[in-house]
């Protein structure tokens, strides 16, 4: 037995699958097939067993056998590489060119660093007299020979989503060979890919001081300043970008992207037309163009782009999700018949799937078919939080310790510490919870600019968190106690500083991340006279209108009951904090009193941020502006009581929901 099958840390099934290969290698076929049919039996679903009897009974000639095996892998892993590559050298040992191309296309359109593709792909091309296309795939061989092993190996798993085996390797390497600019790049693209984007920007950076002429890694620093909300930085590499290749397509609708983010929704329009101009099929680009509109209250026109992206791919759940999430679209039974044909279809892709589910879920119940709805946002649920790491214990450590932490006595020693300038409003709480509404209101007043859900405050906490944080033991809050008093003065500046792209000449802004509420001893100890609205609602009804929401990132807390009703408790033990600790420094909203009696709910809005009183602000619905929140065409209709009360119809399924906020339900008031 060799070394590596002795390895302590691989499992027995880890054991298993590498001997079989060992067998493989071997030439041992028949053996390998009779052994992973015997592992197949035992775990009927696995991966890696599947692949390797569909090989063995290719090797073996039993070309029919393993196109039947494969065809029952695709449907576990649609996306695989392996699958198409291996069905490629079938349709080979056919003397099927047509299909045999077909399938390596596939596969190399997944994962580049497949070498037995490209090579089969240049003897193919050959073949059949296609002489350009065979010297594009023999420059990928020549560019894969290029790279090293451990470099080419780390891609390919990277390409199939394999991110650990890809670390590994891509780490051990960088460890001997030292500052390998490809290396460093893969590292940071599974660090995007992780969400470690910290880490990734710094590799990134790293690279392009060795190789400024590195376009595919200034591309990947573009894409990681854009995940961290660093709208302005993204633009400009990107303009880098097109200053050398303006045709790109990947660079154009990453600078779309990129002026979407900065609230140049104009532009970003401008540029997604001229992008379909060249890639008319192109079911993203339809989608993201539909969203700007959206932002805009361009809603017919939104709605023609949603369509056009649900034609360009049929089973495009995000396309039919996002028509769900104008809230006030209503689908054909033509269109509720593909969306149900999609979601049942076995190669249709979880997040389509969940997409798929969600959408129909607002189908049904804007059809009264409450029972059928509620299985569809449940089933929609059950999927996103199977993908989901979230976990509530994390939040719930962070709660106490800002009770620990953020004490009278510690604001009292750390009294005016910060940047004196009043200029934001931050508006907190739960998603859902009328904050949108609130924001909309001011936003309508003359001396406010309406901005959206900023990302600076959590990136400051992630800052303050340090690198790979403990999130078991986590450095913040605790981390407050340490910081010198210039240290808040300095952040405070920092903030107002980097929010400045997003506020044109009013003296206020609003900077409407729910979450924020989290962070609110942050915030006055760096913003000291900023004012804080809490934006509240109900418990059952914010909690119900968070689980039928399918939101585009984060809130990760929303996709269970348990999750949710935990997370709402949570956010309630925070704020009776900050209202012990910061009396009357917070002011706490009710949305269903702003919708009983919207006038004098205004009038205290703009009292307690310094504002007189505007009709305008009554007229919130008339105000013109970019929304981008899953409110947003809500905002433009005047108040309406109809949403208070919608959890009633789906009472029947709530009981869980209510036995999981307990004492909340009484206690939110």
């Known amino acids: 037995m060799n070394a590596t099958a002795t390895d302590p840390t691989l499992s027995p099934l880890e054991l298993e699958v590498q001997r079989i290969r060992q067998l493989h290698a071997d030439g041992q076929h028949a053996h390998a097939l009779q052994a992973a049919q015997t592992l197949l039996a035992e775990v009927p679903d696995d ?12 090797y073996l000639g039993q070309i029919d056998a393993a196109l039947q095996t494969l065809a029952r892998l695709e449907q576990q892993r649609p996306h695989y590489s392996r699958v198409h590559e291996e069905r490629g050298h079938c349709y080979v040992v056919m003397r099927d060119a047509p299909r045999a191309i077909d399938a390596l296309l596939h596969a190399v359109n ?9 090579n089969l792909l240049e003897g193919l091309y050959r073949m059949t007299g296609d002489t350009a296309n065979a010297a594009t795939a023999a420059s990928h061989v020549a560019t894969l020979k290029r790279l090293a092993p451990e470099i080419v190996r780390a891609t390919s798993h990277f390409s199939d989503g394999e991110f650990d085996p890809a670390e590994q390797i891509i780490r051990a ?18 660090g995007l890919a992780r969400d470690v984007l910290d880490d990734a920007e710094i590799l990134l950076e790293a690279v392009l001081k060795i190789a400024p002429d590195f376009r595919a890694a200034r591309y990947d620093y573009a894409c990681v300043l854009l995940e961290r909300h660093l709208y302005k930085r993204a633009c400009e590499e990107t303009e880098k970008l097109l200053a050398v290749d303006p ?15 900065l609230g140049e929704h104009e532009r970003a329009i401008a ?12 079911a993203d680009l339809h989608l993201s163009l539909a969203h700007s509109l959206k932002t805009q209250g361009r809603t017919a026109e939104s709605i023609e782009a949603y369509r056009a992206a649900a034609a360009a791919r049929a089973d495009f759940g995000d396309a039919y999700w996002s028509l769900a999430n104008l809230k006030t679209y209503r689908f054909t039974d033509e269109e509720i018949a593909r969306m149900r044909a999609a979601e049942a279809a076995p190669s249709t892709q979880t997040v389509d799937r969940y997409h798929l589910s969600f959408a129909l879920g607002k189908a049904l119940e804007d059809r009264s078919e409450y029972a059928e709805s509620w299985r569809y946002y449940s089933q929609g649920n059950a999927l996103k939080r199977s993908e989901s790491r979230y976990r509530p214990e994390i939040i719930e450590t962070n709660t106490h310790r800002q009770i620990d932490v953020c004490t ?49 405050i959590p990136r400051m906490v992630l800052d303050l968190q340090g690198r790979q944080p403990d999130l078991d033991d986590p450095r913040y809050p605790g981390v407050l106690a340490e910081l010198a008093h210039g240290d808040f003065l300095r952040l405070g500046e920092k903030y107002v500083s980097e929010t400045r792209i997003y506020r044109g000449n009013k003296p206020y802004f609003i900077d409407k991340m729910p979450n924020n509420f989290r962070h609110i001893g942050l915030i006055h100890l760096m913003l000291p006279n900023a004012k804080i609205i809490d934006a509240r609602r109900e418990p059952i009804a914010c909690c119900f209108s968070n689980l039928k929401q399918l939101f585009a990132t984060g809130q990760e807390f929303t996709y269970s009951v348990e999750d949710i009703a935990r997370y709402y408790r949570t956010y309630l033990d925070v704020m009776q904090h900050w209202d012990e600790v910061l009396p009357g420094r917070v002011l706490r909203v009710h949305h269903e009193d702003v919708v009983d009696d919207l006038e004098s709910n205004v009038r205290r809005i703009l009292d307690f941020c310094g504002l007189d009183f505007e009709p305008s602000c009554l007229e919130f619905y008339k105000t013109a502006r970019s929304v981008r929140t899953a409110s947003s065409e809500q905002v433009r209709q005047p108040i309406f009581r109809d949403g208070l009360d919608q959890w ?19 206690r939110y008031r």
Do not use: C
């Open 47 to 58: 991966v890696d067993a599947l692949y390797l009897v569909a090989r063995s009974q290719r």
């Open 110 to 118: 997944i994962n580049p660093a497949l070498p037995s593709s490209w």
């Open 173 to 190: 390497y960088l460890l001997k060979a030292g500052n390998d600019v490809e290396a460093m790049r893969l590292l940071a693209r599974i």
């Open 247 to 261: 045709r790109h397509l990947d660079y154009r609708a990453l600078y779309a992207s990129a002026n979407v983010g």
């Open 271 to 282: 540029l997604y037309r001229e992008l379909l101009r060249d890639a008319p099929g192109a």
């Open 408 to 456: 009278r006595e510690f604001f009292a020693s750390r009294d005016g510490v910060g940047d004196p300038r009043p200029d934001p409003i931050f508006i907190v709480g739960l998603p859902r919870a009328g904050s949108t509404l609130i924001e909309q209101i001011l936003a309508s007043h003359s001396r406010v600019e309406g901005t959206h859900e900023l990302g600076e």
């Open 648 to 666: 009633t119809k789906f009472e029947p399924w709530l009981g869980p929901l209510k036995d999981a906020l307990g004492d909340a339900l009484v």
